[in-house]
């Protein structure tokens, strides 16, 4: 099935972040962040790619005030995030972990309906709506009662994206969602990730080390290098085609051995073999 | 002995009465303060050593020292539970600071994501995932405290005790042992009590991992319907 990008014309409204001379220092002096001016467009997925140590994880729990940068600012529709009260701030961003991060004393259904109840819709209302949403992201309603370790991996994953998805935030916020499943099952979430978005048009920022999953989900990738330093930021294809400096080559796959093309919409290794697709 | 059952319902009801309020004192007080400890890594030792110290002071002193710091009167039983309290509440700290510490770090943060407020997020997240190892604990401070309660029979408040004390005076033998076993009887059965107050408010069960990282085969086909 063709994935085409997000029909965005019926959606109004537009909801951007924005990273202003953002930095991030530790108390031990390590720089996690350096400078950062990144703009992540509406209803668009901007994937921030590189490996660990890069600020990736960082940057992104500076949007919801996780983190709070040393200095600079993070803008969502041109208001700082540091003017809103946290708490309220995080209700309204979706936010999706490595290892689900479900409850692990909550059933399915009740973990899905985490913020709406937080937000102060009645339980049975949430729980109703979060039963939808469980088809919505393709899970049986039978898991409904299950609690999170009685779910595979690739199940607790399709629930936290449920979860982020709950209160209808313009923003959803990913952190490694799939990192650690299996490749057919983070395939499978991949797949079921842009089928989502296609119908609803979220700004998302998703942070992954694996450059493959940012080609296949990516409108915009984002190369990190250390500290936070942006190698090189564009669409899968301009990245692709022209690959800025060496640091983003090798980290493509592009030098030696493991050199990519592109065919067609496929990205595919040397011996033919796709390893990747443009969104 | 039969005879008597009048006499041992009435010391096991006074026993229940100043049992029964020294553990739940000592669970509303050391969680807050286990808390501290939890969250406050600097005081977390001073917190656990002041806790030791405590338990440490012998406990016919303490019935008598505390009368002046409460100004009841040694026989009262407001003086009796303080005691027990203090003691249950020294040997509690330790237990809940641990349980607290052991909540996963990931899972608090994941719920500060979803935006829960601090006082919330203790509540609905820390305090019920620390639930297991704090009923642990509760446990044991609720044994320890139905078997401490006989020492104020010494002061002549009404236990179960009295019939340890009685029993001696008088050289029957028979109310001494009937003493021990229904000490024994009720700390079982306060036991067995926190266990089912445990299932009941604690019904997700997470199973415990093997060492090589899978859950006990017969856990793993269980689900709820």
């Known amino acids: ?279 | 002995m039969l005879d008597n059952g009048g006499t041992i319902a009435d010391a096991t009801w006074a026993h229940l009465l100043l049992a029964l309020p020294a553990i739940v004192i000592s669970f509303v007080v050391a969680v807050p303060v286990a808390w501290v400890a939890s969250r406050f890594r600097r005081s977390r030792f001073s917190l656990l050593l002041l806790a030791g110290l405590i338990y440490a002071i012998p406990s016919l002193p303490l019935f008598i020292i505390l009368p002046l710091v409460l100004g009841t009167s040694v026989r009262s039983i407001v003086n009796v539970i303080a005691a027990l309290g203090l003691y249950g509440v020294a040997l509690m700290v330790r237990y809940a600071a641990d349980a607290l510490d052991a909540v996963s770090g990931d899972t608090v943060l994941a719920a500060t994501a979803m935006g829960y407020g601090p006082w919330r997020r203790f509540f609905g997240v820390q305090l019920p995932l620390a639930g297991p190892a704090l009923l642990a604990g509760l446990r044991v401070v609720a044994v320890s405290t139905v078997s401490l309660v006989p020492v104020s029979a010494l002061l002549g408040v009404n236990s179960l005790g009295l019939l340890f004390t009685d029993g001696f005076q008088r050289g029957i033998f028979a109310e001494v042992l009937a003493g021990i076993v229904a000490t024994v009887v009720v700390a079982v059965v306060v036991d067995l009590a926190l266990v089912m107050l445990g299932r009941l408010l604690m019904p997700w069960e997470i199973p415990r991992v093997r060492r090589d990282g899978r859950r006990d085969a017969e856990v793993e086909t269980v689900a709820p319907s």
């Not at chain 1, 965005?8 to 530790?26: C, D, H, P, Q």
């Not at chain 1, 994937?47 to 940068?69: A, D, E, H, I, Q």
């Not at chain 1, 209808?168 to 983070?186: H, K, Q, S, T, W």
Request: glycine letters at 10%; proline letters at 5%.
């Open chain 1, 1 to 279: 099935m063709q994935i085409g990008p997000p029909q965005l014309a019926r959606v109004g409204r537009w909801v951007m972040i924005e990273f202003r001379n953002t930095s991030k220092s530790y108390d031990d002096g390590t720089l996690a962040v350096s400078e950062l001016n990144l703009t992540a467009a509406s209803h668009e997925i901007t994937v921030l790619v590189g490996s660990s140590g890069c600020g990736k994880t960082t940057m992104l729990r500076m949007v919801n005030r996780l983190v709070t940068p040393t200095s600079g600012q993070v803008l969502i529709d041109d208001v700082d995030v540091a003017d809103r009260h946290p708490v309220e701030l995080r209700r309204s961003i979706g936010y999706v972990m490595q290892n689900s991060g479900l409850l692990p004393h909550r059933t399915t259904v009740d973990n899905i309906a985490t913020v709406p109840v937080l937000r102060g819709t009645p339980v049975r209302e949430a729980r109703k709506r979060a039963l939808e949403l469980m088809e919505t992201v393709g899970l049986d309603r039978s898991m409904a009662r299950r609690y999170p370790w009685q779910l595979s991996g690739g199940q607790q994953q399709r629930v936290g994206v449920a979860r982020g998805l709950a209160a209808d935030p313009n923003i959803l916020l990913m952190d490694e969602p799939f990192g650690a499943v299996d490749p057919i099952v983070r395939a499978d979430l991949q797949r079921e990730l842009l089928r989502l978005q296609a119908e609803l048009g979220k700004t998302i920022l998703f942070v992954t080390h694996d450059i493959a999953e940012a080609i296949t989900l990516g409108d915009k990738i984002v190369i990190l290098a250390k500290g936070g330093r942006i190698a090189q930021q564009g669409s899968p294809a301009e990245i692709m085609a022209e690959p800025k400096d060496e640091f983003v080559t090798s980290f493509l796959g592009l030098d030696g051995g493991r050199s990519l093309h592109v065919d067609g919409d496929l990205v595919v290794d040397p011996s033919g073999r796709p390893v990747g697709r443009l969104a």
